[in-house]
């Protein structure tokens, strides 16, 4: 059952800017990963699953209620960290964390004390005076310590923390999971995306470009072959049978990235002497670099 429904979105801000035609679903206890280079649309995507804006065209829907014309219901559920977080400055991180507590109408702050212990946080300074790490462990103590909030919708939840922290949110995650929530969370990492998400959305230029299980995407990924063979002539005649083929001319290593085509791969190399032989597979990072880049839409 899908919780989160994104229906063919359009926010146009123009010049090619904003979200075209998105649409993707988030079930029931999954989390998925919302990658994509900067400006591509994650955040605008994200705001208006908050109900901060409504779409040009198409739905959004979380546990079937409109995210536009049910906002308040929606926020009041949803543990939401955003991109940016308006904090009052005045207030010191304690008093924040009181005040969105109170405005949860949440009962108790105990599970805010065990987020704060376990991502190490004093929150007792002025929020002016805190540096970019400690500003997102508030955030994540925010969205994290309702306990009746069982989806989360987390927009880039680990920028400005350190790897450790990094760590230790992977491990939060993990644990919600295991509760069943719904998690819902843009980001640039990819390990701690293959580390804790189901599946991926990509998306690139405000258009989504895939939504695949995580397993899957692992096994789409490459292995990079470089074979040495005896003689320079025998490389050249091989690497010009692989059109994406790496060869310098006179040498005797040739490089490809193999995918489907392992078994021709593997018989051609096999009529020549090779002396040589090395496998490398892609990490998940090279292969979402495939749906990042430049001519990505191909
Ligand atoms: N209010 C706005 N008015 C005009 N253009 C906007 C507005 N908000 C966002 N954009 C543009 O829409 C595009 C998508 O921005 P968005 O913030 O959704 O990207 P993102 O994927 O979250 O990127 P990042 O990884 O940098 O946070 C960008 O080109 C951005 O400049």
């Not at 376990?118 to 805190?130: H, P, Q």
């Not at 005896?230 to 040739?254: D, H, L, N, T, W």
């Not at 090779?274 to 990042?292: A, C, G, K, P």
Request: aromatic share 8%; charged share 30%.
């Amino acid at each position: 059952m899908s919780v989160i429904e994104i229906s063919h979105i359009t926010k146009d801000y123009g010049k090619g800017r904003g979200v075209f035609d998105v649409s993707f679903s988030v079930n029931q206890g999954e989390v998925l990963g919302f990658l994509g280079p900067n400006g591509a649309g994650k955040t605008t995507t994200i705001r208006q699953l908050m109900g901060f804006m409504k779409p040009d065209s198409g739905k959004l829907s979380i546990m079937g209620m409109d995210c536009f014309k049910n906002t308040e219901k929606i926020q009041k559920s949803v543990g939401y960290l955003p991109g940016e977080i308006a904090f009052i400055d005045s207030m010191n991180g304690m008093e924040f964390i009181r005040f969105v507590a109170k405005m949860k109408k949440m009962k108790g702050l105990g599970r805010a004390e065990e987020l704060m212990e376990m991502f190490e946080l004093n929150a007792s300074g002025r929020l002016k005076k805190m540096s970019k790490g400690m500003k997102q462990k508030i955030g994540i103590v925010c969205a994290f310590m309702d306990p009746e909030a069982d989806i989360m919708i987390l927009d880039e939840p680990t920028s400005g923390l350190d790897p450790l922290m990094q760590n230790r949110f992977v491990e939060l995650i993990l644990s919600e999971k295991k509760q069943g929530k719904t998690i819902l969370m843009s980001s640039h990492m990819f390990e701690e995306i293959e580390r804790t998400c189901d599946r991926a959305a990509i998306i690139r230029s405000g258009r989504l470009a895939a939504v695949e299980e995580i397993e899957k995407l692992k096994e789409g990924r490459q292995k990079v072959i470089e074979v040495t063979f005896k003689e320079s002539p025998m490389a050249e005649e091989f690497a010009a049978a692989f059109p994406r083929a790496v060869y310098q001319p006179g040498g005797k290593i040739v490089t490809v990235k193999v995918g489907k085509n392992l078994d021709a791969f593997i018989k051609k190399a096999g009529e020549y002497t090779v002396t040589d032989f090395n496998v490398r597979t892609q990490s998940l990072e090279e292969f979402f670099m495939h749906f990042y880049g430049e001519g990505a839409d191909k």
